[in-house]
């Protein structure tokens, strides 16, 4: 029987439970098979695989399904030592590798901040697993604070401490073949190159990497694969996973994939690189860059410092009165993810629309932007990765939003291309003065990578 033997170290912590996922945290089997899952999607329409309902025969002869049987994997977890849980109301350190106890009140302190915790960037992409800033119990009347309802970083949900390491085995039943073994070894590397496990991966949080591979064959283990240490290394190896694509010669990279996947001429992988030691400071750092890219904050300011505005089109949209074009246009920024709220009313939020009672399900879409932190080991320099995989917003016909308690055709956005904001963001954190092409420099001098690569797919 054919087997993988993976060893993944988690870099990043992870926030991953089961039933009661608000006083727990485990490794669970099904959550990892379903992120394998995931990935092996990515792979399928460079390999020539543009019908749907091809996709999910192919899908689920391999993982299984309730209408076609058994899945041909048994797949198994093994801690390599027992994980660290951190409970929620402690607050994560700046490392991610222990928490902090809830400090005494000090009502002279204004800003509430604690020593060693989580940074602001870190926070905002871990927006609902956390506080992302300090929340004050004020008096009503004299607006003196009288405690600290929450500090930042601290936890709402409980998590697994990084660094952590743990092993995946996959067994194979004797009808998968050779090619479909090698597509699920493609698959683990991705989720160890690009990927991560629980809630918020898709910001960074739980990135995991694979560090070692091997396949057995009648008992004996051969190395097929080891983590990239260096930028250069990693190019090598997401090239050669995802580098050649059927649909280059096939003309199907003129249009944009039908689920989320890497497709030639729209996928692209950016990779960051300094000179800290620390992956929750790497993902600190891109989540810094990511609020003032597309946030318009407070009193003219994000995280206290004058804001850029990138997107006055959304804001001003929000703020007409009366709110004309509402009914019309849509903001910008829906590109990076629904659903989005602009105020506090039920018509201040972008959602996809419902075309009929079927489609009560779809809620969300989801970023095609991919957040994550590559280390191969302990002493590896981290390195920033964003994956770019931008396909059909919505499926179908749906090719609307809904909006202001109206439907909205995607596109109508102000004149400008709908996936530009992702793409001129991967630009501006290329880029060495950190600004969005057409504002003022950005003060927040300390956002930078001394080292960056775009890989084209």
Known sequence: MTQLSAHFRVVTPLFLGGADNKTEAELRPASIKGTLRFWWRTLQWGKGVTDVGNLKKKEDRLFGSSEGGQAKILLMVTPDSQPNVIPPGNILNKQGNAGIHRPHFNPLDRN?????????????MGYGLMAAFPSMDKDKKTKEIKGVKAYGGELTRPCIAAPFEFSVRLAFKPD??????????????????????????????????LTQLSNSQDGADEEIWRAPKTIEGYQAKITEIVGYQKNKDAGAGAFLPKWTAFAAGHSKVVLLQDNSNS????????????????????????LGEPREGNFPYDHDLFKRIPPRNRNTEHPQRIVFGLPQNYGRFEQDQVIPADTGPKDKWLTRRASP??????????GDAPIGVLTYLPAIFLPGEKNTVKFGGSLVPLGQNGGVDFWKPAEDFLKRI????????????????????????????
Not at 183 to 205: M, Q, T, V
Not at 279 to 293: H, N, T
Not at 369 to 378: I, K, M, S, T
């Open 112 to 124: 509430q901040n604690v020593p060693n915790a989580v940074e602001e960037g870190a926070r905002y």
């Open 176 to 209: 998968v073949a050779e090619t479909e073994v090698a597509e699920i070894a493609n698959a683990l590397k991705l989720l160890g190159l690009c990927g991560g496990l629980g809630s918020r991966s898709r910001r960074g949080w739980g990135s995991v990497s």
């Open 279 to 302: 992956p929750l400071e790497a993902l600190a750092k891109m989540g810094k860059d990511f609020v003032f890219f597309r946030g318009w904050g407070h009193n003219g300011k994000v």
């Open 369 to 378: 932007l991919f957040f994550h932190v590559h280390q191969a080991g302990d």
């Open 430 to 457: 290329m880029s060495a003065d950190r600004r969005h092409p057409v504002t003022p420099p950005l003060k927040a001098s300390n956002v930078q990578f001394k080292k960056t690569l775009e890989v084209n797919i």
